[in-house]
């Protein structure tokens, strides 16, 4: 009898030829094995045994688990300016003008493939109904990529300028606004319907991520080169010599340290044993490398990077640029910039897995923030009020209710904006009208048909026609559009004919206003820093709507920004070691409490607080804005997540800040912590005086109109809803009169609802 022939690996039964291929490969193992650990001199080298402990080694795709970017881990994004020239700006503009043409005809598809879900309610009854219907539809990120490399493939001029790994990218883009359209979110809101856009809004092209598992994979926009190389190639004349980027960054700031020229030359890669050039070898100066497309027969798209030329900037290009290991993507963006040809301006936005640079003198400002300090803050459309006091002495005050503390330790800063600032602001919105009336001149005289004449062209057209004299057509009308019976335009603004002064000067207001926003965030960040420096990271705001603001005093909160800064000293206070918490503001009304304790209401044209003896009260009187920001350095929250659960300490705050007599000295009446404005020292007398500037100046009185709107009725009434914190009402005392507190005499309520009880 023949006896049959198999054997067992890992306890299962196999056929002998799979059996002999096994041990072939086996023993091939250990002879590499061997030979490795005969080489490198060790005594023993693991191997891949079958029969043993080991697994089986696996080709193929999953072969190992793919490498994925941590969620939570730290990146940062470096912008570095392209220097392109006339030939490489012209394929750059081919560029956009492709991955355009291609993300157009995807939001399309998008756009249509949504409708047509939207329409088949009847298919979408239930979720298993509604996930087949969106199959059906192409509702997915892998039939956008697949539609976008039929696109790619049915167009003639796109794949010399697109890849593949682009086209796919675009598409996850699309996919990305998709989605939020399809599934709602958290909180159950979900996007309208995705729109195309328009080739002004398009400015970014996403790159590809290259492999951070095998060495030389990176499919789209590449950066190669050394900074220093870069160094080497572009050193400023007086630097020494073989200065590597380690020195170059010791140098102080103001030193020059590069001298790049205006047309910077354009790098090739060096050559190959077989004639061929490969940039993964390239150590000379910064470059964006990109292959083009599968068509394309131009060769590589080579563009140099102009780096900072400071010896103040070099820290930070040494943190992010000085290990290639850690480049993660780059995205190519281009934004409107008048002064470059063709009114656009190259970036290449290049992802780092690391954190952010933090420079020197920061980290010294954080680490001696004071962290034995409690502080709060009242957020205003004009200014931004900080108290502090120290921990240890409300902690005191609590424990030993009968010793009463000295205010000596509470400190207090208010930001407003300066005369410079604020002239400086004025300057830039009469800048900013002027380029308005230029554009809509511009475009009146481009569609003259589309506008009809003024009231005064109108009567000197009469005029003439009176005369006997020819009509004049009028170069610019100066009336109104021409609209239909319902007050709509007969033709769109989107249709109107755009002369290339009017497309120049548009760039110019965009460049302005880019400007301007980032202007505007350096002040709330060096603002923010200061505060912290002063009253500490661990502070408390009143949760307000900042969009409320925005529709009350539109202008007025558009110059100083007041969201702007408190999200600034929010990511200051984290980056710290504290956190910016808020109170609900119908939980504490600190506006229309005093520090006693004691209701003391007003509205929004009353700017100073005074609690009257009188009353009952304590007698203190400041500024309305420190002693709101001094109640909430006392307030407390259960939960730091749920303002709701906001509640003020009235007796440590009674003790603290009402213990000398009446009214505080200094901290709640001004600044006695004035907050520099940025790029100023801080100013003559600190410790008195208003804060971040100068005292007020006299408002000029302008004439009574008769006609004149109510005022608003948040000016001029005040709310009397009892927080949950208020302490009780002051009883009759022996052989006296009782003491009636403001709150219980009538008001007149912001709801119209009734009042059902006495607050």
Same mark, same amino acid.
């Given at each position: 009898m023949m006896q049959s022939a198999v054997g067992h690996v890992d306890g299962g039964v196999v056929p002998a030829a799979t059996r002999r291929y096994v041990d072939s490969v086996n023993a091939a193992a250990r002879e590499s094995a061997s030979e490795a650990a005969g080489d490198a001199g060790v005594a023993d080298v693991a191997c891949p045994i079958v029969d043993g402990a080991e697994a089986r080694r696996v080709r193929g795709r999953n072969r190992a688990p793919a490498w994925r970017r941590p969620a939570e881990g730290p990146v940062t994004v470096v912008r570095l300016r392209l220097t392109p020239d006339p030939a490489a700006r012209h394929r750059l503009e081919g560029l956009f003008g492709a991955a355009w043409s291609l993300k157009r005809a995807l939001r399309r598809d998008a756009r249509s493939r949504a409708l047509a879900y939207r329409a088949g309610h009847r298919r979408r009854r239930t979720q298993a109904e509604a996930k087949r219907w969106r199959v059906r539809l192409g509702l997915s990120r892998e039939a956008l990529e697949r539609a976008g490399y039929r696109h790619l493939d049915a167009s003639g001029h796109l794949r010399h300028h697109l890849s593949k790994a682009v086209a796919m990218h675009l598409a996850d883009e699309v996919w990305s606004g998709l989605e939020r359209h399809l599934f709602a979110d958290a909180s159950g809101r979900r996007q309208g319907v995705p729109k195309v856009g328009s080739w002004w809004e398009f400015s970014r092209i996403p790159g590809r991520a290259r492999s951070h598992t095998k060495s030389r994979k990176w499919e789209t926009f590449r950066l190669h080169g050394t900074l220093a190389g870069h160094l080497a190639a572009y050193p400023v004349s007086g630097l020494p010599g073989g200065s590597s980027p380690e020195a170059a960054a010791?140098?102080?700031? +103001? @030193?020059?340290? *590069? &001298?790049?020229?205006? @047309?910077?030359?354009?790098?090739?890669?060096? #050559?190959?044993?077989? +004639?061929?050039?490969?940039?993964?070898?390239?150590?000379?100066?910064?470059?964006?490398?990109?292959?083009?497309?599968?068509?394309?027969? #131009? =060769?590589?798209?080579?563009? $140099?990077?102009?780096?900072?030329? +400071?010896?103040?900037?070099?820290?930070?290009? *040494?943190?992010? *640029?000085?290990? $290639?290991?850690?480049?993660?993507?780059?995205?190519?963006?281009?934004?409107?910039?008048?002064?470059?040809?063709?009114?656009?301006?190259?970036?290449?936005?290049?992802?780092? *897995?690391?954190?952010?640079?933090?420079? &020197?003198?920061?980290?010294? #400002?954080?680490?001696?923030?004071?962290? =034995?300090?409690? =502080?709060?803050?009242?957020?205003?459309? !004009?200014?931004?009020?900080?108290? !502090?006091?120290?921990?240890?002495?409300?902690? &005191?005050a609590a424990a030993s209710p009968q010793t009463a503390l000295d205010s000596s330790g509470v400190i207090s800063s208010k930001v407003t904006m300066s005369p410079d600032e604020r002239a400086r602001i004025a300057r830039r919105a009469r800048k900013r009208r002027g380029r308005q009336r230029a554009l809509e001149r511009s475009r009146r005289a481009s569609n003259t048909a589309q506008y009809e004449p003024s009231r005064r062209q109108r009567k000197r057209q009469r005029r003439r026609q009176a005369a006997g004299l020819p009509p004049k057509q009028a170069a610019v009308p100066g009336g109104p559009r021409v609209a239909r019976a319902d007050g709509r335009p007969r033709r769109s603004y989107g249709r109107d004919a755009l002369s290339g002064s009017y497309r120049r000067l548009r760039a110019r207001e965009a460049a302005a206003a880019h400007r301007t926003a980032q202007s505007r965030k350096t002040r709330a960040r060096h603002t923010a820093g200061q505060i912290v420096a002063v009253h500490g990271p661990h502070l408390v705001i009143e949760d307000c709507d900042i969009r409320a603001w925005f529709r009350l005093w539109g202008r007025a909160c558009a110059r100083f920004t007041p969201g702007m800064l408190i999200t600034a000293l929010d990511h200051e206070c984290r980056a710290t070691g504290g956190r910016l918490l808020r109170a609900a503001i119908s939980i504490t009304a600190l506006s229309q409490h005093c520090p006693c304790g004691r209701r003391v209401p007003k509205h929004l044209g009353v700017r100073t607080h005074h609690c009257r003896t009188a009353d009952g009260g304590c007698g203190l009187t400041g500024d309305r804005d420190l002693v709101s920001a001094a109640l909430a350095a006392f307030t407390h929250l259960t939960d730091p997540d749920d303002p709701s659960t906001a509640r003020v300490d009235y007796q440590t705050s009674r003790r603290v800040l009402c213990a000398g007599g009446p009214g505080l000295p200094g901290a709640l009446t001004e600044s006695t912590a004035p907050i520099p404005a940025p790029g100023t020292g801080a100013p003559a007398g600190a410790g008195t005086g208003n804060a971040a500037a100068t005292p007020p100046q006299p408002r000029r009185r302008r004439p009574r109109r008769r006609n004149r709107r109510a005022a608003s009725a948040r000016r001029t009434r005040t709310g009397t809803a009892p927080t949950p914190d208020e302490p009780p009402l002051p009883t009759t005392p022996a052989g006296g009169t009782a003491v009636t507190p403001d709150r219980r005499r009538p008001r007149t309520r912001l709801s119209k609802q009734p009042d059902h009880g006495t607050c």
């Open positions: 010791a140098l102080p700031p +103001g @030193t020059g340290v *590069l &001298a790049q020229p205006r @047309t910077m030359a354009v790098p090739s890669a060096p #050559r190959s044993r077989g +004639g061929k050039g490969v940039w993964w070898e390239y150590e000379g100066p910064l470059a964006l490398v990109y292959a083009g497309g599968p068509d394309g027969c #131009r =060769g590589d798209l080579v563009v $140099p990077v102009r780096l900072p030329q +400071g010896a103040g900037q070099w820290p930070h290009l *040494l943190h992010t *640029l000085a290990d $290639p290991e850690v480049f993660h993507k780059v995205d190519l963006v281009r934004r409107r910039d008048p002064a470059e040809p063709g009114g656009w301006c190259y970036e290449a936005h290049l992802m780092v *897995l690391k954190p952010a640079f933090v420079p &020197a003198s920061t980290a010294a #400002r954080r680490a001696k923030a004071p962290a =034995g300090r409690r =502080g709060g803050v009242d957020g205003n459309v !004009s200014n931004l009020a900080a108290v !502090s006091a120290p921990i240890e002495r409300a902690d &005191a």
